[in-house]
């Protein structure tokens, strides 16, 4: 099933998209939820980021064609680090191109966002704390992250987490073909097979360090020909059972 969040009448509301139509349910995903006779046409929706996560736990390098486009080794055990919450919108949100940075990239990636509290999961038992999966964009100021010590300026600025359109509930997550378009043009081509460390084990490894609670999401690494984005720029996450992620950069004052 695909999870919407949407806006209607100024307030957030969840629904489950059905043809052309979104059911709304009153209640939470992740924990309590009943459907309603409500029913909203899909086409012009405003669609709002598919979660609202506490935490934003990213991996690195976790496919090999992008490790050595950087020249990097293929991390012995999945590379860890965090985006701030405060940086994700929905399909059709502005990216805001800030000032502090001259080299803005895109980073194609699939999202997964937790459905209940998991600590010291087996990889064998973490399809069982998987709400859903989304389309992400790890959107990086490339010049920051460089020349900083730490990640976390560079992945964090508002506007840096697109993610959308939905969540797909039930999804094999194994085997996906992952595309990232600009302008147009096919900039990313990759398959989820080729990561290094599959979602499962990706999940599996955070837990056995830390929490993760329902609504925190997952980005589980991008695959080879990331690049800078400009101001009026378009840019469209597209991933297999999915569907289409689509953000215009702005600049930022």
């Known amino acids: ?21 979104i059911r709304a349910v009153y209640g939470s995903i992740d924990t309590y939820w009943r459907m309603t006779d409500e029913v909203f046409p899909l086409a012009g929706a ?13 991996v690195g390098f976790n496919y090999r064609d992008h490790a050595r486009e950087f020249h990097v080794d293929v991390p012995k055990e999945p590379a860890l680090f965090t ?9 059709d949100g502005k990216i805001i191109y800030p000032r502090q940075s001259h080299e803005v ?14 600590k010291d999961v087996a990889p064998e038992d973490v399809p069982d ?10 959107v990086t100021a490339r010049d920051l992250q460089l020349s900083d010590v730490q990640w976390l300026r560079s992945k964090s600025f508002d506007t840096f987490c697109p993610l959308g359109p939905w969540l797909e509930t039930d999804l094999d997550p194994t085997d996906l073909s992952i595309k990232l378009y600009l302008n147009g043009q096919l900039k990313q081509n990759g398959r989820t097979s080729d990561m290094v460390y599959n979602p499962y084990e990706i999940l599996s490894y955070i837990s056995q360090s830390m929490t993760l609670d329902a609504g925190d999401l997952i980005l589980t690494g991008t695959p080879m020909g990331c690049g800078p984005m400009l101001p009026g720029d378009e840019v469209v996450v597209e991933i297999e059972g ?12």
């Open 46 to 58: 405003k669609l709002l980021a598919p979660c609202v996560p506490k935490q934003i736990i990213c």
């Open 1 to 21: 099933m695909r999870c919407v969040r949407f806006e209607e009448q100024g307030r957030a509301r969840i629904g489950f998209i059905d043809g052309d139509v």
């Open 105 to 118: 990239v895109y980073e194609a990636e699939l999202g997964v966002v937790i459905k209940k509290r998991m």
């Open 83 to 91: 985006k701030a919450a405060h940086t994700v919108i929905g399909n």
């Open 129 to 138: 704390y998987i709400l859903g999966y989304t389309c992400a964009n790890d």
């Open 242 to 253: 999915i569907g289409k992620l689509r953000n215009e950069v702005v600049k930022g004052y």
